[in-house]
């Protein structure tokens, strides 16, 4: 449920700047593919466009996280609402 909603309690603010043209095609990469082993590489494109969010990057990383298509952190970089 997290991967999706994320926590309802601590917000998450995101920069349109991170919005790299890299973290772009690899979230729309796992968007169409339904493939999210690339979660790792796109917390480093995100730290490379300045994202500084500790909950975005550890979400990216978290090892434990089932990531599904609708995982909040993909639609936040794809603009989704």
């Given at each position: ?11 998450v ?69």
């Open positions: 449920m997290r991967c999706i909603f994320g926590n309802p309690f601590r917000p603010s995101f920069s349109p700047s991170w919005r790299s043209d890299s973290a772009v095609a690899l979230a729309s990469g796992m968007y169409g593919s339904r493939d999210f082993s690339a979660m790792l590489i796109l917390a480093d494109a995100l730290q490379d466009a300045g994202c500084d969010s500790p909950e975005v990057l550890e979400h990216c990383r978290d090892p434990k996280c089932t990531h599904v298509r609708g995982c909040w952190v993909v639609d936040l970089v794809l603009g989704k609402e």
